[in-house]
């Protein structure tokens, strides 16, 4: 049996990135490198108003005196930040289009083949979109639907000339400006991507959405997400990626922070495919990010959930910071690991108020020569009384190539806190396998429905528009899986 | 305190191996590796955990260097021991009758040399264990050839002198041995014990550790087991010390059909700080492992169990459990736990589950339902809480001392 | 009079569970309490043992002249209240013996009278294992953790026996039993009567009452007590169900 089901995996093809193909554009580029006015030359096409560029420029100086952090499980080679773009746009985008007509078709055309298209009559129903493509959002749709419920839903280029208040009081208020190497750098020299502001009281009506597409070789891109949901808010908030099929690597370091006031949830789902390179190991997206989500307010809750299967390396923890009572953090993550990716990814729970809640779900699925690894911090303070996290992390391997890490970290110093970790690795059940195949089900697709089985918690998390895709997503990457 | 350095030069004549130029060299040249300052601690993971007072409080005493063996036979008993008190002296019970081989490390230059050099880039990294090695002043080679020995029991009692040992333990093919250590420091002693275990094929050791040392002493324990092919190793370590104690336990699995199984149960009061290391390396395919360790903590106690499973792409059939559970019982005790899966073959079993928290109320409720007090409950449910440990153990004086020590320890710090 | 509920009202998590209920059982009684699920029968039973989650609002409960209320959830077990639980706790690692000799030995303390030694215990429980079919090597095994649903429920019934309480609630007891199980569980119910003077039966099925005859059947819809009567009750819920009763 075990020789049949052995043949079962090697028989997948190798898998073909969907979304490889390059749209040819003019660029408007700085030089490349990293120096003062690299900063100047962003804030100035960005129009910012002073203390914006002042505030760049600070963590700037921070990042300067700062190191790559080494902790993790990946290993590529130096990252020479001297030799990117830092800002790329297609020309003529200085200012964000009023309106689709003076958008290049290319664009459009780029986001129909991508299945987001932007078009009035085609748009996502139930969904609004804002497309970001390099460094500058080129279009948001639905945008006068929400500001009709007062709904702010712009790029963060547009707020920090609209909304100057709310930027300044929120931005870097989670992620502080000199927290670590990555986050510094992109407090520096971030680009765009989205803000979105809930006003009290307010259930936003529908999914709001940021596609980011890296175009533009040699460029990195420095995302940079702001999403604060007021006193008894909600809204449901998603970030898909993707990128052309290129030989060298590129970099991508977003920063993302929410903030849930009292009563308020925030719901963040990443379905991340940015080009894991070549079933050799050429190329691909170097993907450094930092998330995290403070929960301010009584109540509050913030849950992400994240599809990892692209970037050839993944460095990021979403995490929440629950400071309120009662407030909940949740975290759901597949991430799938192919040829030569290496993903570190997991998530940090700190409990610092009374009756918080967290709860951790990870699956990692490791295929090929790839390495995945689960990372995570569950901290209870003195003064989170009666909390609790469960925390669930399973790995599978799929292949005698790859390698499956767990880390955890897991800290109370309070005795009425109940803190549960539970964790496993193995292979796929044979037993499974050939009960699905002695049923008729071709290997591949055995293989896929065992795989999406085990990472049905976390796909259920998702919006429904996108659980479908999801599903795909993960039966796609485990094409080529094991020869 | 002083720095290392200034301590090894002034009480050299008093270690193992000064005479030879090479060894010292070789200390010398750890010396300069290690510095003590605050920012090396923080990022040095092998002492993150620790107590770092004991390097600002503690003095190191050295005694003169002597080679004292007495063997004595006592034909009322079937088993060996082995006294140990401070530096110098060994007192051995029926080691010629069961042909036990002993021999110390005091001139014996091959054997000093051999343990330096033993596991030597595990020790490097380990600041602890470097400073076992500057400072060795200790130790002595067990050599077990024979089933004659069932038992061997190790006694150290420390009062107030610096020990740094290196003990070598090589347990020939299949023989079956349980090794009792129990250690009693007293007083300002400090003891850095590193010990080896090399399995021979076929063979089975049970290794018990019982700590019991007063308040102002440290320890420190450190194992490196080796095991070949079809062997088992089951170590137990039983803190109940009042004071700060290091353990860290290091298995390699270098054979098919082994087994390496380390638990220990752990009690912390006062300002006591715990240190727990495991770490088992499957290298060979269709072994197994297990690592549990159980804490209580009381008052201000602060402990850390880190664990860790290794597997090799080539150890398929791999089986790996590791568990960690803590009771806190005060709201300023803390516990650390890191549980580590890095696994590199597939068709492998591997899991870890860590629970931290205070008692189940479910549990206190039906207890207290049957007429129990509020007390009596509470201590039934910490005796069920390390009894899985306490039932795999097959020697029963040390379950009884392990359980005598863990019923005294609650009455006092229960309430 | 051994029980005396009167106008008891209870919440959890702000939420009334029991409103206004009372409830008397005389010495020598077998009551059975019947409702549908949510009608607070478990709570009651709960509330009874002293369980700390419930929060009470209102009310008094009189236990053999004293003032339960001011009893903490021991002191009601030495008292001689037993609980059979529906769920029984599972704690694995504390074996059953030497747990329920310091039970016992606890309501004896209480009580002042003569403790029981090891070996004296040991006697008396296998004598009652016996006569519940439970076998010796059971009694070695830790409480509740990997029974089977029917072989904890007679674990309570042993650890009811050996504690002989003065009133005993049966909290399900009979839901998850086989007939067989079902009928070791009832006729030690019966030869206790003697010993146990009263009982408090939370069952759903009228199948129970055919095997233990109650003096009264209560049926509990919202935290009250809606009708009383005698076993024809019962007979009546089993035909109609609950519907009925307003």
């Given at each position: 049996m075990k020789n049949t089901n052995d043949e079962a995996i090697a028989k997948f093809k190798n898998s073909s990135y969907k979304y490889g193909f390059i749209t040819e554009i003019e660029e408007d580029k700085p030089e490349k490198g990293l120096n003062e006015r690299t900063i100047v030359f962003i804030s100035n096409k960005k129009k910012e108003p002073k203390w914006m560029l002042e505030w760049r420029l600070k963590a700037f100086e921070r990042w300067k005196k700062m190191k790559e952090p080494k902790w993790a499980n990946i290993d590529f080679p130096?990252?020479?930040?001297?030799?990117?773009?830092?800002y790329s746009s297609p020309?003529?985008?200085?200012?964000?289009?009023?309106?689709?007509?003076?958008?290049?078709p290319k664009l459009i055309e780029t986001y129909n083949k991508l299945?987001?298209?932007?078009?009035e009559q085609k748009k996502l129903a139930g969904v609004a979109v804002d497309a970001v493509f390099d460094s500058v959002s080129v279009a948001t749709t639905y945008k006068e639907e929400l500001e009709k419920k007062g709904i702010i839903f712009c790029s963060i280029s547009e707020a920090i000339k609209n909304h100057p208040d709310l930027i300044k009081k929120?931005?870097?208020?989670?992620?502080?400006?000199?927290?670590?190497f990555f986050s510094a750098l992109n407090s520096a020299v971030f680009t765009d991507g989205s803000f979105v502001y809930i006003p009290e009281n307010?259930?936003?009506?529908m999914e709001l959405s940021t596609y980011f597409r890296i175009n533009s070789e040699e460029t990195g891109q420095f995302e940079r997400t702001l999403i604060i949901a007021d006193k008894g808010s909600y809204v449901s908030y998603l970030e898909g990626c993707t990128a052309p099929k290129r030989d060298s690597n590129q970099l991508h370091a977003a920063n993302v922070e929410l903030i849930a006031l009292d009563n308020a949830e925030i719901k963040y789902s990443t379905v991340q495919n940015w080009?894991?390179?070549?079933?050799?190991?050429?190329g691909g997206i170097y993907n450094f990010v930092t998330k995290r989500g403070l929960?301010?307010?009584?109540?509050s809750k913030i849950s992400w959930t994240q599809v990892e299967t692209g970037s050839a390396i993944t460095w990021k923890y979403p995490s929440c910071?629950?400071?309120?009572?009662?407030s909940i953090g949740e975290f759901y993550s597949v991430a799938i690991t192919n040829n030569y990716q290496q993903a570190d990814t997991g998530t940090k729970m700190i409990h610092t108020g009374k009756n918080t809640k967290s709860k951790i779900i990870s699956k990692g699925i490791s295929i090929g020569n790839s390495q995945n690894t689960y990372r995570g911090q569950v901290k209870f303070l003195g003064?989170?009384?009666n909390s609790r996290n469960y925390t669930q992390c399973d790995s599978l391997l799929i292949g005698n190539k790859c390698g499956a890490h767990t880390v955890p970290n897991i800290e109370s110093k309070n005795k009425t806190a109940v803190v549960e970790h539970e964790a496993s690795t193995s292979k796929i059940n044979e037993d499974q396998l050939f009960y699905c195949r002695q049923r008729g089900l071709s290997q591949e697709e055995a293989v896929s429905l065992i795989v999406n089985g085990f990472c049905k918690q976390v796909l259920q998390e998702l919006p429904m528009e996108f659980a479908v895709e999801a599903q795909k997503l993960v039966s796609i990457s485990l094409e080529g899986s094991v020869g | 305190m002083e720095n290392f350095q200034d301590i090894y030069l002034k009480n050299k004549s008093n270690l193992?191996?000064?005479?030879y130029s090479n060894i010292d060299l070789f200390k010398q040249k750890l010396l300069n590796k290690i510095k003590i300052d605050s920012k090396y601690f923080n990022k040095d993971e092998s002492i993150?955990?620790?107590?770092?007072?004991f390097l600002n409080n503690f003095i190191f005493k050295f005694d003169k260097l002597k080679n004292n063996i007495i063997h004595a036979e006592n034909n009322n008993i079937e088993n060996s021991i082995l006294n140990i008190s401070d530096t110098t002296l060994y007192e051995l019970t029926n080691f010629k009758k069961n042909k036990i081989i002993f021999n110390t490390l005091y001139d014996n230059l091959d054997l000093i040399d051999k343990l330096i050099l033993k596991d030597k880039k595990a020790i490097s990294s380990d600041f602890i264990l470097n400073l076992n090695t500057i400072f060795l002043n200790s130790g002595f080679e067990i050599i077990i050839q024979?089933?004659?020995?069932q038992l061997l029991t190790i006694n150290h009692e420390y009062s107030d002198k610096a020990i740094f040992a290196k003990n070598y333990f090589r347990i020939g093919k299949n023989v079956s041995i349980t090794i009792i250590e129990n250690i009693n420091s007293k007083n300002k002693s400090y003891n850095n014990l590193l010990n080896f275990f090399d399995l021979d094929e076929g063979s089975n050791v049970n290794h018990y550790v019982l700590h019991n040392s007063n308040e102002d002493s440290l320890s420190k324990v450190t194992s490196f087991i080796n095991c070949s092919e079809k062997t088992s190793f089951n170590q137990c370590v039983f803190n109940i010390s009042s004071s700060n104690t290091r353990n860290h336990h290091y298995g390699n699995l270098?054979?098919?059909n082994s087994e390496i199984n380390l638990r220990g149960i752990f009690f912390g009061a006062r300002e006591q700080i715990i240190d727990n290391k495991t770490e088992i390396n499957?290298?060979?395919?269709n072994c197994s492992s297990n690592q549990t360790y159980k804490g209580i903590l009381g008052e201000n106690a602060k402990a850390s169990y880190l664990s860790k499973t290794y597997v090799k792409d080539?150890?398929?059939?791999t089986q790996g459990y590791q568990l960690s559970k803590g009771i806190i019982l005060s709201d300023k005790a803390s516990f650390y736990s890191k549980p580590e899966l890095k696994i590199y073959a597939d068709d492998v079993k591997c899991s870890h589950g860590s629970t931290i928290s205070s008692f189940d109320k479910n549990q206190i409720f039906y207890l207290r339902s049957r007429g129990l007090s509020k007390k009596l409950s509470k201590s039934f449910l910490i005796k069920s809480f390390y009894n899985d440990i306490i039932d795999s153990l097959d020697n029963k004086n040390y379950v009884n001392d392990v359980r005598v020590n863990a019923d005294n320890w609650i009455k006092k710090n229960l309430n | 009079m051994l029980l005396d509920i009167k106008n008891l009202s209870v919440s959890v998590e702000d939420k009334?569970?029991?409103?206004?209920f009372s409830l008397s059982v005389d010495e020598g009684e077998i009551h059975a309490i019947m409702g549908p699920n949510g009608s607070g029968k478990s709570t009651l039973a709960n509330v009874l043992a002293g369980?700390?989650?419930?929060?009470?609002e209102n009310g008094n409960i009189i236990f053999n002249q004293k003032n339960?209320?001011?009893?903490?959830i021991e002191e009601r077990s030495q008292e001689g209240l037993f609980l059979a639980f529906q769920y029984p706790i599972e704690i694995p690692g504390v074996s059953i013996t030497p747990f329920l000799r310091s039970a016992i030995n606890s309501k004896l303390k209480y009580k002042k009278e003569k403790e029981f030694d090891s070996l004296e215990f040991a006697k008396l429980i296998r004598s009652k294992a016996k006569e519940l079919n439970i076998?010796?090597?059971?009694?070695?095994?830790?409480?509740?953790?990997?029974?089977?649903g029917g072989e904890k429920k007679r674990y309570e019934i042993l650890q009811m026996s050996i504690l002989k309480p003065k009133l005993a609630i049966?909290?399900?007891?009979?839901?998850?039993?086989?007939i067989d199980a079902l009928k070791i569980v009832t006729d030690s119910v019966n030869r206790l009567k003697k010993e146990i003077s009263s009982f408090i039966i939370i069952t759903h099925y009228e199948r129970l009452l055919d095997l233990i005859t109650p003096d009264k059947v209560h049926i509990m819809k919202n935290g009250k007590i809606v009708e009383s009567g005698t076993k024809s009750l019962a007979r009546k819920i089993e035909e109609s169900g609950y519907q009925s009763f307003e």
């Open positions: 130096n990252i020479d930040y001297q030799n990117i773009y830092y020309k003529g985008l200085d200012e964000k289009p009023k309106s689709l007509d003076e958008v290049d299945g987001i298209p932007l078009e929120y931005l870097g208020s989670v992620i502080p400006v000199g927290d670590h307010t259930i936003c009506p080009y894991p390179g070549d079933e050799k190991g050429k929960c301010k307010g009584v109540n910071i629950l400071k309120g009572d009662n003064l989170a009384s | 193992l191996g000064y005479k993150k955990h620790l107590d770092k007072g024979n089933n004659d020995s270098n054979g098919q499957h290298f060979f395919p080539i150890a398929q059939k | 009334t569970i029991l409103k206004d369980n700390e989650t419930y929060e009470i339960f209320l001011e009893l903490n076998p010796n090597e059971m009694l070695s095994r830790s409480l509740n953790s990997g029974f089977s049966l909290d399900e007891t009979d839901s998850g039993l086989d």
